[in-house]
Nanobody, 129 residues
Framework: VQLQACGGGLVQAGGDLRLACAAS????????MGWFRQAPGQEREFVSA???????????DYLDSVKGRFTISRDNAKNTVYLQMNSLRPEDTAAHYC????????????????????WGLGTLVTVSS
């Protein structure tokens, strides 16, 4: 079981990046999938997450400061979860991590790092002013 995140880089304020989290050994459409970030000296914080596909549909949620700018999506054929980040700000600078959770309930978005049991290595996003 492995998650591999990529897509980070250096971008000017106002620019866009798309992060990708490729999963192996777990189907992303049956797991809660989340994106978190951690800036130097800061705690890891929730950015976005999406629930598995159930009979009720699928749900996504975002950190308030990224709502309207970031979009989480899932490509089941590629077994990959994406985070499209638009209008980036210097305060978005952080290492970004993707995570998967199979043990929590599937009908609400989970926002605590401790809810997720599988983590990928981070990809660094740096936004210059």
């Amino acid at each position: 079981v492995q998650l591999q995140a990529c897509g980070g880089g250096l971008v000017q304020a106002g620019g866009d990046l798309r992060l990708a989290c490729a999963a192996s050994g777990l189907p992303v459409d049956t797991y809660n999938m989340g994106w978190f970030r951690q800036a130097p000296g800061q705690e890891r914080e929730f950015v976005s997450a999406i629930t598995p596909i159930t009979y009720s549909g699928t749900f996504a949620d975002y950190l308030d400061s990224v709502k309207g700018r970031f979009t989480i999506s899932r490509d089941n054929a590629k077994n990959t979860v994406y985070l499209q980040m638009n209008s980036l700000r210097p305060e978005d600078t952080a290492a970004h991590y993707c995570a998967a959770d199979a043990q929590s309930d599937r009908w609400r978005v989970h926002k605590k790092p401790e809810d997720y049991e599988i983590w990928g290595l981070g990809t660094l996003v740096t936004v210059s002013s």
